[in-house]
């Protein structure tokens, strides 16, 4: 029977970061909170990312592309697209990644 994981006591800096081949799953996710002003670097990944907004705001950069991207969103970044976010007030996300584990390559120092 599987067990139920707290999001709290996944490791990572944020809130937490589920790799799947930890836990017997095909897939990856990360679950952050950003106060407002931050956000990663920018970086790419060999798979598609999924970003579902939970909560606040945020100014995304896609390839090319800017987006304004607020809580019942969902956006799909394309493989190998460099991107990077900066949150607004209160930014909470859930980050998927088709991998039983996460690949990047940061863009930024």
Do not use: C, W
């Amino acid at each position: 029977m599987p067990t139920p994981i707290e999001v709290k006591s996944l490791p990572g800096n944020l809130i937490g970061k589920f790799e799947g081949r930890d836990h017997g799953s095909s897939i990856s996710f990360f679950v952050g909170e950003f106060p407002p002003g931050t956000g990663p670097s920018l970086h790419r990944h060999p798979y598609e990312e999924t970003f579902v907004i939970e909560a606040g705001n945020a100014s995304f950069t896609l390839g090319d592309e800017a987006l304004e991207l607020a809580a019942g969103q969902i956006v799909v970044v394309p493989a190998g697209t460099p991107h990077t976010f900066v949150s607004g007030e209160g930014f909470r996300i859930i980050s998927i990644s088709p991998y039983d584990h996460m690949e990047q390559e940061d863009l930024e120092r």
